[in-house]
């Protein structure tokens, strides 16, 4: 009988082992992720109190469907894929994700705060965004990655299925980790940061194979160019993004141009349902705030100074979830604040004329490039005569008989305060734009 009952609990062993290898395999990466995490990982308080204890796979996955049959009822009325406690993804504000990721009404004890990269990367504490909830609710004037765009445009690809919900196309929830982590209302040190994404083109159905981005060799910035440039921190000139650390050359920040332009390429069409079109090509290979080098002088701020080659990640002006304002723009760019929202980018036609006060992206730019305020305080700030007119600014300046194209008065400024109507920005500054044989972006 004793060896009846050997034979069997090996047997019972044995299947165990069969049935259940991917949850031996993640075991040590799911530990040490923000979820997983046995200090402060997930906690939903009605399982808690029950005694699961905190990290566990049961606040988010309930295997029989429900607990107790209740709390709560899966939306649909029939079990959630992959046995979750909520519906996978609904809509871009509801979904799985959302019943804890949201600082009112979390089923997370205590709520849970994700701040901004603004905040977490830029050091700027005052911005009062606090969660991944109210960073995709962002509508017009603001803007936030469209969920069901990324859901469509990953379904089939890198093993992705129509079932996975599109904030897997960034995140791998097994194996995420806080940045910072358990400190969510304090911007990330060099001592205290985390690693939260995921290359979507890495993507495995083996969440062990399919480890986070940046924390490695080879996945920095400095490992994509040596020519990287960090802005600064907020209301700094001598720390930098992203951990308010002295060091500028991009070894302590995830290579975001690859991550970015696995799906933000020369290759991918992707359409925005918020736009009414398709996205544009990004190349970053080849143009001036990537890998190419400016076709003529720049005359730019500080850290970046007037050598040309210096290259940007996506992150130093886009927000990762949503922005208060338009295309992702950080509010918080290079050290300051930007003075005005942006909320009027025109079309991409660009062919009807725009006044002078409505250069809204002007603001971004004036976060790294000198305006006619940097040249002469007399001068307004957010106007652009001396790069683009005057040769003192160290840029050739545009031949007159371009006048046309930017100012439908007809006639070039007389000085950096005159009154003429002009282009918005972004009709000339884009991804992949140029002008008189000249990158403009």
């Known amino acids: 009988m004793h060896n009846r009952k050997s034979k069997l609990l090996m047997v019972l062993a044995a299947m165990i082992l069969f049935l259940c290898p991917v949850y031996l395999a993640i075991a040590g990466t799911y530990r040490n992720s923000a979820h997983g995490n046995t200090t402060y990982g997930v906690n939903r308080t009605s399982i808690s109190s029950m005694g699961y204890s905190r990290g566990n796979c049961t606040h988010c996955h309930e295997p029989h469907a429900s607990i107790n049959g209740s709390e709560p009822a899966p939306a649909s009325g029939s079990p959630s894929n992959f046995a979750l406690f909520y519906d996978n993804y609904i809509s871009q504000t509801d979904g799985i994700c959302y019943q804890c990721h949201t600082d009112t009404g979390s089923y997370q004890s205590g709520g849970l705060v994700n701040r901004s990269y603004s905040f977490r990367a830029g050091g700027w504490t005052s911005d009062t965004l606090n969660d991944i909830l109210e960073a995709f609710s962002f509508t017009s004037p603001g803007s936030s990655h469209n969920l069901d765009d990324i859901k469509t445009f990953i379904a089939g690809k890198w093993n992705y299925t129509t079932d996975d919900n599109p904030c897997l196309a960034c995140h791998n929830p097994h194996a995420a980790t806080g940045d910072p982590a358990n400190q969510p209302n304090s911007p990330k040190t060099s001592s205290n940061r985390g690693y939260p994404i995921s290359r979507p083109s890495q993507h495995s159905r083996d969440n062990n194979a399919w480890g986070v981005w940046g924390d490695g060799a080879g996945e920095k910035m400095s490992d994509y160019t040596a020519n990287y440039q960090a802005p600064y921190r907020f209301n700094s000139t001598s720390t930098y993004e992203p951990d308010g650390s002295t060091t500028q050359d991009g070894s302590n920040l995830t290579d975001m141009v690859s991550f970015c332009t696995d799906c933000h390429n020369t290759t991918n069409t ?7 079109r398709n996205l544009r090509s990004i190349d970053w290979a080849n143009e001036k ?7 003529t002088a720049v005359s730019t701020d500080n850290p970046y100074g007037s050598v040309i080659g210096k290259v940007l990640a996506c992150t130093d002006c886009h927000e990762p979830h949503g922005s208060p304002n338009q295309v ?13 929202n942006i909320t009027t980018i025109t079309s991409s036609d660009c062919t009807a004329p725009y006044s002078d006060n409505n250069k809204e992206i002007g603001y971004l730019c004036q976060r790294c490039h000198k305006d006619d305020y940097d040249f002469n305080t007399s001068c307004q700030k957010n106007r652009w005569y001396y790069v683009h007119h005057s040769s003192t600014s160290g840029d050739p300046p545009y031949s007159a008989w371009r006048c046309w194209s930017c100012h439908y008065s007809g006639g070039g400024p007389p000085s950096c305060n005159a009154s003429v109507t002009a282009n918005n920005c972004n009709c000339c500054h884009y991804h992949g734009s140029s002008a008189d044989g000249r990158k403009t972006f």
Request: proline share 4%; hydrophobic share 35%.
């Open 270 to 276: 992707i359409y925005s349902t918020t736009l009414g």
């Open 289 to 295: 705030h990537g890998l190419a080098d400016g076709t």
């Open 328 to 340: 992702l723009l950080r509010p918080e760019v290079n050290g300051d604040i930007l003075t005005g």
